[in-house]
């Protein structure tokens, strides 16, 4: 695909064709790897690794939220980086106002890095530094309301491991230096004092950042200056002025290549895509990959609204972990396959411009991002994609143990897990979508983007207030059983197709745990005739037991199908009660017959006997109703007969074999292996 820059001259109708052609094959390339590429599975991996660090440093502090009697309102991070040493002078800038008259305040800040000195207004204010944190105390009392700014000098080698929040590390044959931050979630003060809580976004920040001039240094937001100093080193200065969390504040230098996109919405609204990527990862493929964005930022902007950071840049930053991080519009990535591309970008209307307000509700960051996977594989898949992206996360949901909602903090393998927080998060948003349908669904994400919380931080109960507003409903029942309780339903589901009465009669029994002890959901009833035709009901299920009677359909019924979309997270089983088919049997000059082997593999035998003429068709159908094979046979006398059929084209799974004499069918359940 053609690069596109800010000097980008108007393209002619056939090049603007052939960009289009190009994105699409790219998507389709994308999408034929697609499934074995999981955006969260990498998210949820990296950042565990990143977190486990904090275990073993001494006296690290994990509490928050800060400060409590400071509103922080600006950052600015000047910093003076050397590789070798590795070392780091800062220079760091907080802005806040008081939240109560006070004389002091504490900044979160751990060793070792050491503070030298304070200043507020510039005058030197006097401090005392423990292992995380820095107590300020001010000239004076200052009232409620009061704006002050105080610039702390600083300087040490900050902390470090592998997959560590602030990194020195080398990449390549060559051993290229690189540094990269990764704070989430409590790595902020590892590298600069900060409010380390996500619940305080400052309004706007600045990164300056001074290194040899080998090195390219990417932060957020825009860049406003380079300046090459005397002494062979390069300033960068990066400037946002969107409100922004301490931990989706970042750096990321190394001797990158620059590629560009261009990303252009509307007349009005567009922008350029940076991505800074290692000089030996530059392949074509990476190219190929990275010109799937301008296609996923227009995707994510006609679904959820326009990208947040529409006046300053979108890009990536290539580091050395195996996952991705979402820092505002800037994602440090390991690499760029689809899903993760895709997980990290619709976090940037997911968790950057509204955050969780503290990591209990951590799934209002990942659960969402792991759900833009999916509208990205339906978009290149259809509906085809899409489920198969949420069969993949409902198979991991259920293997989530404790409540959505995170109740130990102190643990990473909580906060990141992949079953709970990512997978089981993107099926409360599935599961919301098939009770409210997609107009509606779509619409709570804009109006959720909107709201008071919009640039700000949220809560479940924030999203939940919007999702009513909008809807007109009452979801109460669903956000208490799927995200502060546990387990997901397990229904079996009994009923006889061949009752003569007028009346079908479908007994439903539901088991789950403790809790909720019953789970309250409305289900998707569909049932199936022999002749094709079908009927969907939605019925509400909130008994452990319950009948549901439907007017019985003229003709014989094929089949019910509990679910059939898939809309819930569940377990299910049928029970078909079947009465002897002898008299039937009889009537259409059926002796016997049967279907083997079963489970089934390549190949499947079909063997039936006659006693009269009759015409014979063998058909199969999903378990959806859908008819996927049929075989006739005309005018067969007496005798026994048996039809072999291909089973190469099906997948695994639970199907319906019908065979029809005449006009009377009989059916038998296939599972092919």
């Known amino acids: ?86 070392y780091l002078k800062g220079e760091v800038t907080v802005g806040f106002k008081l939240k109560s008259s006070s004389s002091n305040c504490f900044l979160d800040l751990r060793s070792p890095l050491k503070v030298d000195s304070v200043k507020l207004d510039n005058k030197r204010i006097t401090f005392v530094q423990d292992a995380s944190k820095v107590n300020l105390t001010f000239d004076k009392s200052y009232s409620q309301g009061q704006a002050l700014n105080v610039i702390v000098f600083y300087q040490g080698k900050p902390n470090s491991s592998a997959f560590g929040s602030f990194t020195f590390a080398t990449h390549g044959s060559s051993n290229s230096p690189v540094v990269w931050s990764l704070s989430e ?80 919405y509307s007349e009005r609204d567009s922008m350029i895509i940076n991505h800074f990527v290692y000089p030996e990862s530059f392949t074509a493929n990476v190219k190929n990959q990275l010109d799937q964005t301008p296609f996923m930022l227009k995707l994510f902007s006609e679904k959820f609204g326009l990208y947040p950071f529409i006046k300053e840049k979108y890009g990536h930053a290539q580091c050395g972990f195996s996952g991705g991080m979402e820092h505002q519009t800037c994602s440090s990535m390991g690499s760029y ?47 085809s994609g899409y489920q198969t992206n949420i069969s993949g996360n409902a198979t991991r949901a259920k293997r ?15 906060i990141f897990n992949n079953n709970r927080s990512y997978s089981k998060g993107a099926m409360v948003l599935h599961m919301l979508r098939g009770i409210i349908g997609d107009d509606k669904f779509y619409k709570i994400l804009q109006n959720y983007l909107i709201s008071s919380v919009a640039h700000a931080a949220a809560t479940t109960e924030d999203f939940q207030k919007v999702a009513e507003e909008t809807t007109g409903l009452k979801l109460d029942y669903f956000f208490k059983e799927w995200v502060y309780g546990e387990g997901y339903p397990k229904y079996t589901y009994t009923y006889n197709p061949s009752e003569t009465s007028k009346e079908l009669k479908i007994q439903i029994a539901q088991s789950s ?17 022999a002749d094709g035709s079908e009927s969907l009901t939605t019925v509400f299920i909130d008994k452990t037991t319950q009948e549901i009677t439907f007017s019985k359909p003229q003709g014989a019924i094929l089949q019910v199908v509990f679910d059939p979309e898939s809309k819930i997270l569940k377990g299910v089983s049928e029970n078909k009660v079947t009465s002897a088919i002898t008299e039937n049997e009889e009537k259409t000059n059926l002796v016997n ?71 009377q069918y009989f059916g038998k359940t296939l599972i092919v292996k």
């Open 1 to 86: 695909m053609a690069i596109v820059n800010s000097k980008a001259t108007k393209i002619s109708n056939y090049k603007n064709m052939k960009n289009v052609l190009k994105v699409l094959l790219i998507s389709l390339l994308s999408f034929a790897c697609y499934a074995q590429e999981d955006g969260a599975d990498i998210c949820s991996e990296s950042k565990q690794v990143a977190f486990k660090r904090f275990r073993n440093l001494r006296n690290a502090r994990v509490a928050y939220p800060g400060d409590d009697k400071i509103d922080v309102t600006y950052y600015k991070l000047n910093l003076n980086i050397s590789y070798t040493p590795q």
């Open 185 to 264: 979630p409590y790595g902020a003060p590892d590298w600069f004092p900060c409010k380390d809580t996500p619940a305080d976004k400052a309004d706007s920040s600045d990164v300056w950042i001074t290194m040899p001039a080998s090195f390219v240094s990417v932060s957020n937001g825009v860049l406003t200056k380079v300046l090459d100093n005397k002494d062979n080193t390069r300033t960068y200065q990066w400037k946002n002025r969107y409100p922004i969390a301490q931990y989706l504040i970042s750096i990321a230098c190394s001797n990158y290549t620059e590629y560009k996109n261009y990303f252009k």
């Open 337 to 383: 396959g689809g899903g993760l591309v895709a997980h990290e970008l619709a976090h940037q209307w997911f968790g950057d411009k509204i955050t969780c307000k503290n990591w209990e509700n951590i799934w209002l960051n990942e659960g969402f991002a792991t759900y833009g996977e999916a509208i990205y594989a339906e978009a290149l898949g259809g509906k």
């Open 400 to 414: 989530a143990v404790g409540t959505l909602y995170v109740q130990n903090i102190n643990s990473e393998d909580e």
């Open 513 to 529: 745990g403790t809790n909720p002890v019953v789970f309250s959901m409305p289900v998707d009833i569909k049932i199936v005739m």
């Open 593 to 663: 017959w049967n279907i083997y082997p079963n489970p089934a593999d390549n190949q499947l035998v079909v063997s039936y006997g006659l006693s009269k003429q009759a015409e014979v068709e063998v058909e199969i159908f999903d378990k959806l109703g859908k008819k996927l094979k049929s075989e006739a046979i005309e005018n067969l006398r007496f005798g026994n007969y048996s039809k072999q059929i291909s089973l190469n084209e099906f997948s695994s799974g639970m199907f319906l074999v019908r065979l029809r004499i005449n006009d």
